[in-house]
């Protein structure tokens, strides 16, 4: 089992800056991806950024590339997501997840656990 816990959310107006940070506890050495995904209202959950733990690969939606970029600091079993030049069609739950089989990049089916969330809102 891995545990997720997100923070980092919160109000911003465009153009601000946020950072979400997934703490991952548990079973953390089985983790072969961490992905991070958000829904808006009324819509699917949706891709937004995913980082390989071990190797460091990281891989974006294309909305999201050149402002966001994710990593991860193995020594506190914590992934971040750096949003820059946020927008307010960026407005959604953030979601972590984590995905053992190092096959399931943007696929959330595929991932096998889930932070609860937090709110991200983006102001004009």
């Known amino acids: 089992q891995v545990q997720l816990v997100e923070s980092g959310g919160g109000l911003v107006q465009t153009g601000g800056s946020l950072r979400l940070s997934c703490a991952a506890s548990g079973r953390t050495f089985s983790t072969y991806v961490m992905g991070w995904f958000r829904q808006a209202p009324g819509k699917e959950r949706e891709f937004v950024a995913a980082i390989r733990w071990s190797a460091g690969n990281t891989y974006y939606e294309d909305s999201v590339e050149g402002r966001f970029t994710v990593s991860r600091d193995s020594a506190k079993n914590t992934v971040y997501l750096q949003m820059n030049s946020l927008k307010p069609e960026d407005t959604a739950v953030y979601f972590c997840?984590?995905?053992?089989?190092?096959?399931?990049?943007?696929?959330?089916?595929?991932?096998?656990?889930w932070g609860q969330g937090t709110q991200v809102t983006v102001s004009s």
């Open positions: 997840a984590a995905e053992t089989t190092g096959w399931g990049i943007r696929n959330p089916s595929l991932y096998d656990y």
